[in-house]
Structures are given as C-alpha cells and as structure tokens.
C-alpha cells in the first residue's frame, strides 16, 4: 500500500500548499521512491474547471480531459506525475456523487449522513489504487472553513484506518513578523494547529510561512505548544523561485523528517535537476524576449503553465526568458520592435483577435520566429488565408457566421471521439516526416492536450500547401490538422493543442525548446 502525505493549511489561505506538497513529493523522489499526488477542494463546484477563470486564473486541462484548476499543474510539472480526474476531486462532486446513489437506492431507504456516507465516499477517492510508493494529498481550502471539516474527519478516519505510521500530516502555517515590535509572532500557528488537533489530528511536520529563518527558540517554542519535536518545524521562507524549494526543505533535512515518521532510512538525495535550475537563474546569461500577444494579462495566472513552459525552455536553452505582455486589443507592429519571437497563446472570443492574426502577419512576413498555440495556431490559417492567398473575409465561424470558414466545427467530430463540445485531453498526432515538426518532436507519434471546439478546415490542405503553409500534424484518422508551419521563414509553427500543458521544468518541451532556441539564434 502507498503511504500517504496530507497538506493541510491554517491561519489564512494561498500559502502555497501545492508548492509545499509537491516540494516534499521531490524530495522523496530524489531518493528513488515514487510519488503521485492528488487534491482535494473542499467547495461546492461540482467541477473546478466551470469556475470562473477571474477567480480561478487558468483552467489545467489533464490527459484524460479533466479541466481543474492550476494547483494540478504543479503536481505535474514537479513530480512528473500524471493526473486524472479522480485526482482533483472538490466537496461538490462528493455530494453529486452520494446524493446520485441515494436517488438510485443504493443506501436502501437508510438515513444518509455526512459520517459515513460522505466520510466513505471522500475516503474512497483519497484510496483508489495507485502503483507509487507515496501519494501526495492536498486538502484545499484552510483549516476552521466549514466546508473542509468532512474532509479532515475524513483524513483523520483515513489515518485510523491504514496506521498512523502510513500517513503523515503536514500542516502550513503562517508567522507573521510584527515590525513594531520587531518579531515573528507564533500564535496564529498554535491555534491553528489546535483547531487541526479538535478535528483529531497531530500534525507530524508544521512548515510555518516566515519573511525568515525561525530561530532555535521561535522552533522550540511551536514544538513546545504545538505538540511536537522542534526539529519538525520548519521554516517555510519566501523564495523568488519555486524550484528553489526542494533545495530550501532539503537544507533543513526535511526528508529525514518524513523518513523518520514512515520508519524510511536516512538517504541523501540527488538534487541536481534543482541545483541546476538554482545556478541558471543567478547566471550571467543572455536574455530573449518573447512577445505574447494575449488578452488575459489582468488575471492572475491565467498564463501559468504557459509562463512556465517559457521558463523551461530558458532552461534548457542557457537564456533568460523575458516575457513581453502585448494586449491583442491594441495590438500594433511597433510593439514587436524588441522582441526576438511571438507567441500566441489560446483564447476564445472574439475580442483581441484581430491583433492576434496581425501578429501572425507580422512574424509571418518578418521572419521573426512564431509559435501558436491552439487560437495561435487558428490566426495564423487566418493571416494566410486572407493575405497570401486572397481570401479577404476568410475567417473563423466563432468570430463570424458570414465569411469564408477555413476554421470551424467540425460537425460529425462532435461525437463519442471528440467529446461533448469541447475536444478536452490528450489525443494523439501523426506528423509528417521531414517538417519542422519532425525536427522538434524527433519522432512522427506524439500526444498533447486539447481544449477547443474549432478546427481548420483540412479540405484546404492543397491549396495551403502550394501557397507555402503545410500541415505538418493530424488526426490519426486523417481529418484533423493538429499542426501548420511555413515552408519559407526561419521557424513559424502552430500547434491546435496546448503544448505548455506538458512542459517539464527538468527537460522543457520539444515545441517551446525549439522557438527558444529559434528565438536566441534570431537575435
Ligand atoms: N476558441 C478557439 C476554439 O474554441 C481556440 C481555443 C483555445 O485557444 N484554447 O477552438
């Protein structure tokens, strides 16, 4: 049986517990075990991915189609894991899930109760069957939210159920510093830890949100009223990094912490894929700017993974990525005057993409390197369509119903194969040998993650070809151009599925790898 870590947060909300859950995910895959995470959000959306991405910032997309929110993207991209949606489960979809079974009689007339219908749900889904040696399980929300007490009875069960030498509860405080009186104050995090204790759980390891290092007494003290070892509190210090993370929890023998609780032996760890990203960012590097023509910029990361799949490929290519927000709503060529590549990203609606498909234009005829990314890919079918080959209204039908469609829906893909509306998850692409993409992927067979419900319209394919625009990706069966490129401009490719959903901060990935490198060999 996988052993079980569980994060839970106290004193206020956005500590970080993804980032600390998935930090201790790699410290312990830095000695060989096998980690996978899953989280779970208290609130009452049935499904996080409906939720407004205002609130939210960007919607993560998953192989198996599940839209959820970023914190996933986390787990992901640290620990390499891949998550379904069974492992983003928020209270909603707990009580859809035990409400549905009691409409289908399955409580045969009994009462239904939070304890054990709900209880036993939630505890099913934190035990579905995983082939790691760990799992990660975040619990969302703060301790004290009336809507998070089911789930910490339920990891308080959970633990009575399996051993407490399987599970092991991480709780993530805050100290605040007072400057008036010049110190780091602790008692938010002792109550915090009692209201934890009145749902019946110790925590084993505190990881306390500091502007500093604690000092020995400040840890002695949290030890002391928080009812353990004061080597088990540690110090959870801004960093302007988060792969600077492990490297931080590693410093304070975090893992000996975590070892010490499952009867695990002492191990060092190798930490060179964290070391190498900590000695990049301090490096005296050259820099590249990427223009990223969107309309999301005043929503929180709303670009997330797509900002960290830049920051990859900087790795990967020895060049800091400086990203260049360009509004598509005053989008003008001037605004490309400094940068050494665009990028656009996906989006949908109308506004903006007039700007969007002029900045297609302006890479396309100033061979400056492009890179499209699902709406991305669509402008830039649009540009050729109507300024290489002529077709002056050529455009989407989302934007307009009266025009020429060279991207639209494709109304018999609306089917079992293509999902609901939305074509949502990974699906797989052939591409054509000998392209741009072959050169970047090294291999014909990939897979990436979608979330669209417009397509190009591949009986154009000839036409493109002969004009300079080929696609270099599709469907397996054919019918779906999955990837463009131009045949004369230094490196100008598109994508109809989200690449930044796969990005890896160890490795990169091969699309935004290659426009870096394009990018830094362009300047
Ligand atoms: N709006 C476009 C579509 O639905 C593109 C979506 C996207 O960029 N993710 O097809």
Request: hydrophobic share 40%.
């Amino acid at each position: 049986m996988a052993k079980y870590i569980f994060i839970t947060g106290g004193v206020v909300s956005s500590l970080g517990k993804g980032v600390a859950a998935a930090g201790c995910g790699a410290l312990l895959q830095s000695r060989g075990y096998s980690v996978h995470a899953r989280k779970f959000d208290p609130y009452l959306n049935i499904d996080p991915g409906t939720m407004s991405p205002i609130q939210h910032g960007e919607v993560y997309v998953t192989n198996d189609g599940h839209e959820t929110d970023l914190d996933l993207g986390y787990y992901e991209r640290f620990l390499g894991a891949k998550l379904s949606r069974n492992d983003s489960v928020s209270g909603g979809r707990i009580y859809w899930d035990v409400l549905n079974a009691e409409r289908r009689g399955e409580y045969l007339g009994g009462t239904v109760q939070m304890i054990p219908h709900v209880s036993n749900k939630i505890k099913e889904y934190i035990s579905a069957p995983v082939d790691t040696d760990f799992v990660v399980c975040e619990i969302g929300g703060t301790v004290g939210d009336i809507e998070g007490k089911i789930f910490l009875e339920s990891i308080r069960q959970f633990a009575n159920d399996v051993g407490r030498r399987n599970v092991m509860f991480i709780h993530l405080t805050l100290a605040p510093y007072l400057e008036k009186s010049g110190e780091l104050k602790t008692k938010p995090t002792q109550m915090s830890v009692r209201s934890l204790l009145e749902n019946g759980i110790q925590a084993d390891m505190l990881i306390v949100r500091t502007p500093r290092m604690l000092t020995a007494s400040e840890r002695d003290k949290i030890g002391m009223f928080c009812n353990l070892p004061a080597k088990s509190v540690i110090s959870g210090i801004d960093v302007d990094n988060i792969y600077k993370i492990p490297l931080a929890y590693e410093a304070q023998h975090v893992f000996d912490i975590i070892a010490d609780h499952f009867g695990l032996p002492h191990a060092r760890g190798d930490m060179t894929r964290f070391e190498r990203i900590e000695k990049y960012l301090s490096a005296d590097i050259p820099t590249v700017t990427i223009g990223v023509v969107g309309k999301y910029f005043d929503v929180p990361d709303a670009y997330k993974s797509l900002n960290e799949a830049l920051f990859h490929a900087g790795v990967q290519n020895n060049v800091h990525v400086k990203i260049k927000k360009i509004n598509a709503e005053d989008f003008s060529a001037d605004k490309c005057s400094d940068v050494n590549g665009i990028l656009v990203p996906g989006g949908f609606g109308e506004r903006g993409v007039d700007g969007k498909i002029a900045a297609a234009t302006f890479a396309r005829e100033n061979q400056v390197p492009y890179m499209g990314i699902c709406l991305g890919m669509q402008v830039a079918v649009i540009d050729f369509a109507r300024n290489v080959l002529g077709i002056t209204d050529a455009n989407s039908t989302e934007f307009k119903k009266d025009c020429t469609p060279v991207i639209g829906i494709i109304a018999d893909c609306d089917s079992e194969n293509y999902g609901g509306t939305l074509r949502l998850g990974a699906y797989p692409c052939e591409i054509t040998p000998d392209t741009l993409a072959h050169k970047i992927y090294g291999t014909t067979q990939i897979s990436e993650r979608h979330r669209h419900r417009y397509e190009m319209d591949i009986s154009l394919e000839q036409k493109f070809a002969d004009a300079g625009m080929i696609i270099s990706g599709r469907s397996p069966d054919g019918r779906l151009p999955e990837m463009v490129e131009l045949k004369n401009h230094p490196f100008f490719v598109a994508g109809q599925f989200h690449p930044e959903f796969q990005s890896s901060p160890y490795t990169g990935h091969p699309m935004f790898n290659a426009f870096i490198a394009a990018a830094k060999a362009s300047k």
